[in-house]
């Protein structure tokens, strides 16, 4: 299988932030969730991947071509909503449905009239009155009716209410039904990827801290109650984070390094993110 | 580039009614009387603006933002901008046309006054704009003023040649002095791409 999103040791310096050499890989047909907390270097790592920004170092590579200055053609393939979804406010559904013909070579005026119908927008209604579910579902109605083969989006889903988020969530699944369609979602509020996503990133202050597939993450971390003297008990090397208080400790642990027969609970991936970033000292 | 120009259409019918609403006006002023000729240029000071005000409006909602999420290249987005300005200049000459050869036909030749307009409506925009894509509408204000002042000084200049019927170039000459406003339009659509292109958004 190859990869939709590829980066190696890809980095940005600026006067107070460093995104450091990146190494990002997202399976072609998978969604990739990546998270952080505001400021981890989320938005910059997609700034990159669109040639917004120019790495100091590394490479990254797009649907199979390298990332650079003329990416016209590779965006043809790329739906990507942004926090601000950057419409005029006075623009309606139906200016914008005349106006992305010119804009995409690509563009289904019948995927979009389906994507505004299914997503209940109104036609005639000027931007700057939508909520901001309507706001970005429009983005996402945008994003689609090219038919690109990668969707990036950035904070999509952060201020979304349930129902829209679950409407987001069903798009977003129906986009992957097709094997060559890949997803990269980032947001700082785990619980909106945990159920979307097929591998997980941690950014933190601009490093990487983890990218692994979510069911062996799942798998391989656990979370362990118990005594504080257990926990001193426990191999160092198995423990990813503790937390102690007075009735004990809680830990994360790596399944595989624990004794065997110690019984470990699911952990959420928010639990085990909050508690990475916690343990870390960088 | 047809559909950033109507994207641009669209905002311009909703936003900027005001400047149309001034630009006739003030053109109606110079009709007025045979003495307001400093009026008649009014609308070619006013039309880069509408220009730069469809930038600003562009950079407040993030659609220059949005554009870089689509195959649209800075160069095109820059581009589309010097285009909408010529169109819209194109558009509203031959409202000063009219104006002008019912109430100031007596100053010159129609090629005469075309040279004059050419130097208004290009030399200025071709000044201002560099600036605005190389620091936004809200850094580059500064230029404004430079080019309200320039702007008004080249008004009243041509009002004084006008009044004065000092006409001394022939038409044949006034052709030819249309070329360097046209060369500094281009070199400022150039100097606009390459500052635009390593602008960071």
């Known amino acids: 299988m ?31 969730g990546l998270i952080g907390e ?26 199979g071509r390298d990332i650079g200055p003329d990416m016209g053609e590779l965006k043809e393939e790329l739906g990507v909503v942004l926090d601000e979804p950057g419409l005029p406010e006075k623009l309606t559904v139906r200016q914008l449905g005349k106006i992305m013909p010119s ?43 090219h038919r690109p083969r990668l969707l990036i ?34 947001s700082h509020i785990v619980s909106d990827l945990e159920k979307l996503c097929d591998y997980i990133a941690f950014l933190h ?47 994360i642990v790596r399944n ?7 019984q470990t609970q699911a952990v959420s991936i928010e639990e085990l993110f909050i508690f990475m970033v916690k343990e870390d000292k960088g | ?41 009014y609308g070619f000071i006013m039309i880069p603006m509408v220009t730069i005000s469809l930038i600003s409006y562009d950079e407040r909602s993030h659609w220059d933002s949005f554009l870089e999420t689509t195959p649209i290249s800075r160069s095109t987005a820059v581009s589309e901008k010097y285009l909408l300005n010529l169109l819209l200049l194109i558009l509203w000459s031959p409202v000063v046309l009219v104006v002008y050869l019912v109430q100031y036909a007596h100053f010159g030749s129609p090629v005469q006054m075309l040279c004059i307009c050419a130097y208004i409506a290009l030399f200025f925009p071709a000044l201002l704009y560099p600036f605005i894509f190389a620091l936004g509408s809200e850094k580059g204000r500064f230029a404004y003023f430079i080019f309200i002042f320039a702007a008004m000084a080249a008004i009243a200049a041509g009002v004084s040649l006008m ?7 022939s038409e044949k000459l006034s052709l030819i002095l249309l070329l360097p406003p046209a060369a500094a339009y281009w070199i400022s659509w150039r100097l606009s791409v390459a500052f635009y292109k390593k602008r960071s958004l």
């Open chain 2, 163 to 169: 009044s004065q019927g000092a006409f001394f170039i």
């Open chain 1, 256 to 262: 595989d390094a624990l004794p065997k027969g110690t």
């Open chain 1, 103 to 145: 804009i995409y070579k690509s563009w289904s005026r019948e995927d979009f009239a389906a994507h505004i119908r299914r997503l209940e927008l109104p036609e005639d209604k000027p931007y700057k009155e939508f909520s901001r579910g309507m706001k970005m579902k429009l983005g996402l109605a945008l994003a689609l009716s």
């Open chain 2, 1 to 41: 580039m047809k559909g950033l120009l109507l994207k641009d259409f669209y905002v311009m019918k909703k936003e900027l009614r005001a400047f149309l609403f001034i630009i006739v006006f003030f053109t109606a002023f110079s009709f007025v009387g045979k003495n307001n000729s400093f009026f008649l240029f």
């Open chain 1, 153 to 186: 989006l950035d904070e999509a889903t952060s201020g979304l209410d349930p129902v829209v988020r679950d409407s987001v969530t069903d798009l977003l699944l129906d986009f992957t039904r097709d094997e060559g369609h890949s997803v990269l979602i980032s």
């Open chain 1, 205 to 251: 202050k601009g490093r990487l801290m983890l990218l692994e597939e979510k069911d062996i993450l799942m798998d391989e971390y656990g979370l362990l109650q118990c005594s504080r003297e257990e926990a001193e008990a426990i191999e160092p090397s198995a423990i990813i984070g503790r937390r102690d208080n007075p009735y004990g400790s809680r830990l």
């Open chain 1, 2 to 32: 190859s990869n939709a999103i590829e980066t190696k040791g890809l980095t940005k310096r600026f006067r107070d932030f460093t995104l450091d050499s990146l190494d990002l890989a997202l399976p072609e047909g998978c969604i990739l």
């Open chain 1, 38 to 63: 505001n400021g981890a270097g989320k938005t910059t790592a997609i700034k990159l991947l669109l040639g917004i920004l120019k790495a100091d170092s590394g490479s990254a590579q797009v649907l």
